[in-house]
């Protein structure tokens, strides 16, 4: 793998779950991130699945999926950003290529904690 040991793979939540409330994006296609994910594996690189562009936004900025100067933190769909990780989580708990699942890609420092 060329010295390397680990590769990021983000993806938006369209490819677990098909876009919601108008978004638009094209999925689900979840056969995308296995084939990635095993593609990786031959390669001998662990992979970070990273959700880079969660429902709803989880900034004001085109790295989330969309760019939005009106975006707000009660714009970002937090029930369903969990149900994309948990998905996730399960269909890649048992493989032996993913060592992590980033939860959130550059979140707002708007969102107020708790």
Not at 101 to 107: D, G, I, M, T, W
């Amino acid at each position: 793998a060329a010295g390397l040991n680990a590769v990021r793979i983000p993806f938006g939540y369209w490819i677990v779950s098909g876009p919601t409330e108008q978004d638009p994006y094209q999925g689900p296609d979840l056969a995308a991130l296995d084939r990635v994910v095993n593609l990786a594996g031959e390669a001998g690189l662990q992979v970070l699945l990273d959700l880079h562009g969660a429902p709803g936004g989880e900034n004001a900025l085109r790295p989330c999926g969309r760019e939005n100067a009106r975006w707000a933190y009660h714009d970002w769909r937090m029930q369903e950003s969990l149900a994309v990780l948990k998905t996730v989580a399960e269909r890649f708990a048992s493989s032996p290529h993913v060592t992590g699942l980033q939860v959130c890609n550059e979140p707002s420092p708007c969102i107020p904690p708790g």
